[in-house]
């Protein structure tokens, strides 16, 4: 076993290569803007220069004379689109801001004209060639700024429901033996996946084929029919590999509609390439957010008063909102919980979902508010953790249907070197370098949604499965390969896997790191009718259990019974007997409280995820522990974080070899966050001033020195039936405070706002 | 279409298109006012298709294409070959990385223009008669990507990272590996696959 594909523990797969793999190695792996079309024209944009008034004119002269231009579309002459309503309050849309409809902008670099051209270079001369006259009024750019309006959450937004409290806060606060408040500031985020928000649509007659990156083909098929008047089986949404999506592609942008509409009138397969600093306003973003968290100990460290307050940036027309104290109030055993999300509307695009997007803010205030207390309590932060740990959250008083927090933390603990650590701040250095030793919990809810497969088994083994999920580098084929083989006792390299195409049955959304959990779920139950098929021709006494059964109710059939066991099948007998070349089975499975529409919804693009805190008589979270060390320039005040050490229980492991890739994907998106990414707002117009991934910085390789992933063995029956909770979105929320708390260690000095750079360092 | 059979010099006067827009090809209007002054016929209108050849992956490709045609956008839109990527079109990502007479560049900041006469080779060349490179092979031994968008462009430069001598500690190869972006943050199990192809590449 190498170190990218570590030995399987008990309640692991197998670490096999990736499904995928020779096709990413060749350059044969197809993502949407590579896929062929038949004399396309190009696209170009043309996006808002102001972020709050209107268009007076467009000159289109100039651009309309550059060679190789066919159309210029403009609000004056656009497809005319149906609305879609925001995701959260049942359509589609990540933002209902619909460009080309009037000449009002609603934010800077909002889409304000298409350019059309014969080739991609004359459709950018003509785009750069438009001449806009705007009026311009003053934006309001960001918290702080004139002209913002603040309100809670709750009431405006159907998908949070409730802040979470229990007890009474105010009265344990005021008792409380030791007090701290603190408040915390994250920033601005975008995703920047490597491959451009691109959009192909070609027509056939009446039918439209979109090749777009997604991360939700069911709602984009949905969402676009919806938008274009047309029935949604004549839209059909292919990305068989999708270059990243981090959350920047589970809704539906405005760009889709526009381009198929384009293309329909033009009669014409349209391609659209937008450019980098294009996608920071044409899709969304994790918008920046504000926390104050009051925390009550006693002296021994027990929690005895919890509140969390936070406030997230919004656009105007779209009460967006990610609300983590749904998390951070259930964390720890506490008796007395209050909390508060606001929601502040400016003149931004409509931020949306990027990795773990409640638990990376969220989490950010609480642990680093955890170290500050345990810094007070004199305490070592590992153990206030432990004493405040709990198998039952205080909200409702729900038991967790597993909770590993303790032993990750033990692990993680164990292969950092923490019982090294001398407590006191400042107190270690290598030379001109100061040495920090920070640590947090990391945690995740474990989200599922309905899903449908379909599975084909041939005589000689050859397996093929088909279920509309998403390759976005998760290792979707993969682990979908695996559980086929696994469940029907065949060879894996006999078994075909098709994603990433809206024609086949439907998978939820690739977000909340549902996708393993359900997609997974599915293809095991319509394995299991196979097997069921399967044995029913080689068990003959079947019609007389069938019989018991259906006169008295007791009983499953032998068959069934089989096909639910890990019985071995020989496939080609049970085809003998049965007479027939092929078996083919098409199931629908949803998991345990899903809501009753959730069937009809899987098929209109509307993702049902439960889990979480949401299910009815438990709560279902991941969980894992994460370690740094942090190396503080004393003079320079450069800061490196040379070593990321994390262990993660999350039930069943698929693939130790993709879920330690992801995991450490995470951790270095976790000290990205919290030392590098940040998108800096001009608060005098309301733009991003540093649209690029030249200025908004992400890690490279050199600042990656050591990723260290433990692998837990956990085991949870009581989640869905493969026993997986997703690690998609775990790795990369304790990183933030784990860096801040290794950083306070180094140098004393404690920093609430992300990210933390060498100008914020003082001495 | 925009690929044409058939071999044979270019017609076009790459010293006069270089000296009238080449340069200036980022900045379309600029392009056209210096190329006007030079009263240089083909580039007075760069959209004014011209004849180009490309040594790909050891084939000459004769195109007919606009003057502004970066290497990348005609291997992905002329000549399909989609492997290489557009990540940023800034030079700022390496998605778009090929070897031009061995050396790594950013095909998206390469007019195909300036590349007549040279060797491209794209991830598409790389492995021969059905066996993987030995690099991309190291990749899948090691599992160094996740999306896979950027991994063409990571092997590309990989492979050059070793033949410069740059793969002869990890920190090298992370230094030298550093222009290539992956968002999935692959990172140290790239640094793993090169670690493992070098010797293999170096021997021959």
Redesign the interface.
């Given at each position: 076993m190498?170190?990218?594909?570590p030995e399987p523990k008990a309640n692991m797969g197998q670490p096999v290569?990736?499904y995928?793999?020779?096709?990413?190695?060749?350059?044969?792996?197809?993502?949407a803007?590579?896929m062929?079309l038949d004399n396309p024209a190009y696209a170009f944009l043309v996006t808002s220069a102001i972020a709050k008034g209107r268009i007076d004119s467009f000159d289109l002269d100039d651009a309309r004379s550059?060679?190789?231009v066919i159309d210029i579309v403009t609000h004056e002459n656009a497809p005319k689109l149906k609305e879609s309503k925001l995701f959260s309050n049942g359509g589609y849309a990540g933002t209902t801001i619909q460009p080309l409809k009037s000449v009002d902008i609603a934010h800077d670099g909002q889409i304000i004209a298409v350019v059309i051209a014969e080739?991609?270079?004359?459709a950018?001369?003509a785009a750069?060639?438009v001449k806009v006259s705007y009026t311009a009024v003053a934006p309001s750019a960001s918290f702080d700024s004139p002209g913002t309006t603040a309100a809670a959450a709750k009431g405006q937004n159907a998908q949070f429901k409730e802040d979470a409290e229990v007890g009474d806060f105010a009265r344990a606060f005021d008792a409380a033996e030791v007090k701290l408040t603190a408040s915390y500031d994250t920033p601005a985020q975008h995703h920047?996946?490597?491959?451009?928000f691109t959009t192909s649509c070609a027509w056939m007659g009446d039918n439209l084929v979109i090749y777009e990156g997604s991360q939700y083909v069911y709602g984009l098929k949905n969402g676009v029919a919806e938008q274009l008047g047309i029935d949604a089986d004549k839209v059909r949404v292919v990305n068989p590999?999708?270059?990243?999506?981090?959350g920047s592609r589970g809704s539906m942008t405005p760009r889709t509609a526009i381009i198929a509409g384009i293309a329909k009138r033009l009669n014409r397969p349209i391609k659209l390439?937008p450019?980098?600093d294009q996608g920071f306003t044409i899709a969304t973003y994790r918008a920046e957010t504000r926390h104050e968290i009051r925390l009550g100990a006693g002296r021994d460290g027990r929690l005895v008063a919890l509140r969390h307050d936070g406030a997230e940036v919004s656009s105007r027309p779209d009460a967006y909102c990610v609300g983590g104290t749904k998390t951070t109030t259930r964390l720890y055993a506490c008796p007395n919980v209050a909390s508060l999300v606001s929601i502040v509307r400016a003149d931004r695009n409509t931020p949306g979902f990027m990795r773990s997007p409640p638990e990376v803010p969220y989490l950010f205030a609480l642990e680093s508010a955890m170290d500050e207390l345990a810094v007070k309590l004199n305490m070592d932060p590992v153990e206030l953790r432990r004493i405040n740990d709990t198998n039952v959250e205080p909200i409702g008083g729900k038991p967790y249907t597993s909770r590993s927090l303790m032993a990750c933390f033990d692990e993680a603990a164990k292969a950092f070197g923490w019982s090294q650590r001398s407590p006191q701040p400042k107190s270690v250095s290598d030379g001109d370098w100061l040495i920090g030793y920070g640590c947090a919990a990391t945690c995740y809810p474990t989200q599922m949604a309905p899903s449908a497969a379909r599975v084909r088994l041939q005589r000689d083994g050859r397996t093929r499965v088909e279920i509309a999920g998403h390759?976005?580098?998760?290792?979707a084929y993969t682990v979908i390969a695996q559980t086929a083989a696994e469940r029907l006792g065949v060879p894996l390299e006999k078994v075909a896997v098709f994603v990433g195409d809206s024609d086949l049955p439907p998978a939820p959304v690739a977000g909340g790191s549902n996708s393993t959990a359900s997609t997974c779920s599915a293809v095991m139950m319509v394995c299991d009718q196979i097997r069921q098929r399967l044995f029913k021709a080689v068990m003959p006494s079947d019609s007389l259990a069938d019989k018991a059964k259906e006169t008295v109710g007791i009983s499953q059939a032998p068959s069934t019974q089989a096909a639910k066991s890990d019985r071995p099948l020989d496939i080609e007998k049970a085809f003998d007997a049965l007479g027939v070349g092929i078996v083919e089975e098409y199931g629908e499975w949803k998991p345990e409280g899903a809501p009753l529409d959730s069937f009809m919804a899987m098929h209109s693009g509307h993702a049902r995820l439960v889990g979480g805190h949401q299910m009815k008589d438990k709560i279902a979270y991941a969980f894992g522990a994460e370690f740094v060390e942090v190396r503080v320039n004393r003079f320079t005040h450069e800061i490196r974080a040379p070593r990321l050490v994390g262990a993660f229980a999350a039930g069943r492991i698929m693939n130790p070899?993709?879920a330690?890739?992801?995991l450490?994907?995470g951790l270095?998106?976790g000290m990205?966050s919290a030392l590098l990414e940040a998108t800096e707002i001009d608060q005098r117009n309301a733009r991003y001033v540093n649209d690029?991934?030249?200025d908004y910085l992400?890690?490279?390789?050199?600042?990656?020195?050591?990723?260290e992933v433990i692998l837990l063995s956990e085991q949870d029956d009581h989640i869905n039936p493969a026993g997986v909770k997703g690690l998609g979105e775990l790795a990369n929320v304790g990183t933030n405070a784990a860096i801040c708390n290794a950083i306070y260690h180094a140098t004393g000095q404690r920093i609430r706002k992300l990210p933390v750079r060498l100008e914020n360092i003082e001495a | 279409m925009s690929e044409k059979s058939g071999s044979g010099p270019s017609g076009f006067d790459r010293r006069a298109f270089m000296a009238g827009a080449a340069g200036s090809a980022l900045v379309?209007?600029a392009a056209r006012a210096a190329a006007q002054d030079a009263n240089v016929s083909a580039a007075s209108?760069?959209?004014?298709p011209v004849d180009v050849t490309l040594r790909v992956n050891g084939k000459d490709k004769r195109l007919h294409?606009?003057a502004?045609?970066t290497v990348l956008?005609a291997l992905?839109?002329h000549l399909?070959?989609?492997?290489?990527?557009?990540?940023?079109?800034?030079g700022?990502?390496g998605?778009c990385t090929v070897l031009i007479d061995d050396r790594r560049v950013v095909s998206c900041l390469t007019l195909a223009l300036a590349a007549e006469g040279q060797e491209i080779t794209?991830?598409?060349g790389?492995?021969t008669d059905d066996h993987?490179h030995p690099m991309?092979?190291a990749?899948?031994?090691?599992?160094?990507?996740?999306?896979?968008?950027?991994?063409?462009g990571q092997?590309m430069s990989a492979v050059a990272c070793v033949k410069e001598g740059h793969a002869g500690s990890e920190?090298d190869?992370?230094?030298y590996?550093?222009?290539?972006?992956?968002?999935?943050?692959?990172?140290?199990?790239?640094?793993?696959a090169v670690k493992q192809a070098a010797p293999e590449i170096m021997k021959g």
């Open positions: 190498t170190a990218a594909a290569p990736r995928d793999a020779a096709a990413k190695v060749t350059g044969r792996a197809t993502y803007s590579d062929p550059v060679r190789g080739s991609y270079e004359a950018r001369e750069n060639r920047n996946p490597m491959e451009l590999y999708v270059g990243g999506g981090f390439v450019t980098r390759e976005i580098g998760t290792g070899r993709t330690r890739s992801q450490m994907g270095i998106w990205s690029n991934l030249a992400v890690p490279v390789n050199a600042d990656v020195p050591g990723v | 379309p209007m209108d760069p959209a004014l294409i606009d502004r045609t956008d992905r839109e399909k070959l989609t492997g290489s990527k557009k990540g940023c079109d800034h700022q990502c998605a794209t991830i598409e790389l492995a993987l991309q092979q990749f899948v031994d090691n599992d160094a990507f996740q999306c896979g968008y950027c991994t063409p092997i920190a190869i992370r230094e590996m550093s222009g290539n972006i992956c968002r999935c943050a692959a990172y140290p199990n790239i640094v793993a």
